[in-house]
T-cell receptor, first 118, second 120 residues
């Protein structure tokens, strides 16, 4: 079964600083990987996804993530944080093998709350 | 495209009562998912439908929980005899899975705003 670990439940950065949110996955084969953002009292919004094409994936709002098979990681980065980036971020994994009953569901990490200081 | 909508947004009920939530997916999306999110945790999968067929249910979905998608459009999630442990945010998501073209499993799930359930 696949799983996701997000290192650091809280990350705090200054406005304009680099944002790095860590995600490691556990899967017997390279899965599909997703990053979602959740603002208070709202649903989840997709930032980006990895589907076994390019290993460096660019998403919305200046975020990007790099799939590293050797490290089983899919860390999310943004060169310069903005106050509006303050939210909770979730990494999720989805099984990529054809067939099998787990083809639909996403398995989420526990989330990382990003705080941006002025 | 009006997005995924859920109703109600908030529900407060007493222990032992039944509750029902509704989810309206994005028009023409053939897949619909239910997740549950408790405070400080990521969403946990409950069940999903492709059209009207329920394809997978999590072990989290006890016999007090039932979900339907009778005409392959909107879905309902019912919880019978609610317990305090059922208090959570219930999220609905939808996606469009094609037979060709897009890689299987790569379709994007679009989430609704959720229904927050409080069981007193």
């Amino acid at each position: 079964a696949q799983s996701v670990t997000q290192l650091g439940s809280h990350v705090s950065v200054s406005e304009g600083a680099l944002v790095l949110l860590r995600c490691n996955y556990s899967s017997s084969v390279p899965p599909y990987l997703f990053w979602y953002v959740q603002y208070p009292n709202q649903g989840l919004q997709l930032l980006l996804k990895y589907t076994s094409a390019a290993t460096l994936v660019k998403g919305i709002n200046g975020f990007e993530a790099e799939f590293k098979k050797s490290e089983t990681s899919f860390h999310l980065t943004k060169p310069s944080a903005h106050m509006s980036d303050a939210a909770e971020y979730f990494c999720a994994v989805r099984r990529s093998l054809p067939g099998g009953t787990s083809y639909g569901k996403l398995t989420f990490g526990q989330g990382t709350i990003l705080t941006v200081h002025p | 495209d009006t997005g995924v909508s859920q109703d109600p947004r908030h529900k407060i009920t007493k222990r032992g009562q039944n509750v029902t939530f509704r989810c309206d997916p994005i028009s023409e999306h053939n897949r619909l998912y239910w997740y549950r999110q408790t405070l400080g945790q990521g969403p946990e999968f409950l069940t999903y439908f492709q059209n009207e067929a329920q394809l997978e249910k999590s072990r989290l979905l006890s016999d007090r929980f039932s979900a339907e998608r009778p005409k392959g459009s909107f879905s309902t999630l019912e919880i019978q005899r609610t317990e305090q442990g059922d208090s959570a945010m219930y999220l609905c998501a939808s996606s469009y899975r094609t037979r060709q073209g897009e890689k299987r499993g790569a379709d994007t799930q679009y989430f609704g705003p959720g229904t927050r359930l409080t069981v007193l």
